[in-house]
């Protein structure tokens, strides 16, 4: 293993050990568009009272999202093991993501917040296939079924193939940065 000491030092900077609050801090300063991952998972009942009862929804902001692979066609995103939707998402065969426009910052503060139904405080949406949330207006949805769960630390990464795309909303992407929702500045072609 390197360590701080072995590597070399670019001319004026300073590199520090890695810790908790300064590896949170340096990520803040990377751009991720915004997007809202929604799942449903059967509770089951005991064995005596008839099996199956209502579905339990999750729906989490997430800023983790990216594609995979193309061939097939597979795309990622991460979830704490302590988050409230994990127990969910550890059970769900389908999920859909969400990419927010730069009118949704509603939809990604309710669905980044603890301790509410976030299905109740942010009422637009639909049940989908498989009875997965659909959230309105959104730049473009992906409707997913889940093929891979690996942990990773305090995470897991969920790999998760698409299976029907709707193309949704015209317009500029929501941005997460600096603690905050933006939007993007004027796009330069690559």
């Known amino acids: 293993m390197t360590t701080v000491e072995q590597r070399p030092r670019a001319a004026g900077a300073e590199l520090l050990p ?3 609050d ?8 990377q751009a991720a568009t ?4 929604t799942a ?11 099996g199956l009862a209502a579905p339990l929804r999750a729906g989490f902001t997430a800023t983790s999202f990216t594609s995979v692979s193309l061939d097939p066609p597979l795309v990622s995103f991460c979830l704490g093991l302590a988050s409230s939707s994990w127990p969910v998402l550890a059970r769900a065969d389908h999920v859909a993501v969400h990419l927010l426009g730069a009118g949704q910052r509603e939809a990604a503060r309710v669905f980044a917040t603890s301790g509410i139904d ?8 639909t049940a989908g296939p498989f009875g ?9 949805r992906l409707l997913c079924q889940v093929v891979e769960r690996v942990p990773a630390g305090d995470h897991a990464v969920v790999i998760a193939e698409p ?20 939007t993007a500045g004027s796009v330069v072609p690559a």
């Open 163 to 182: 299976i029907a795309l709707d193309g949704g909303e015209d317009g500029g992407p929501l941005v997460y940065h600096r603690g905050g929702y933006t």
């Open 118 to 125: 976030r299905f109740a405080a942010y009422p637009r949406w």
């Open 22 to 29: 300064l590896f949170r801090a340096l990520l803040r300063r």
């Open 34 to 37: 915004v997007t809202v991952v």
């Open 18 to 20: 890695a810790d908790r």
């Open 132 to 140: 997965v949330p659909l959230l309105d207006g959104v730049l473009a």
């Open 40 to 50: 449903v998972a059967r509770q089951t009942e005991a064995a005596c009272l008839g």
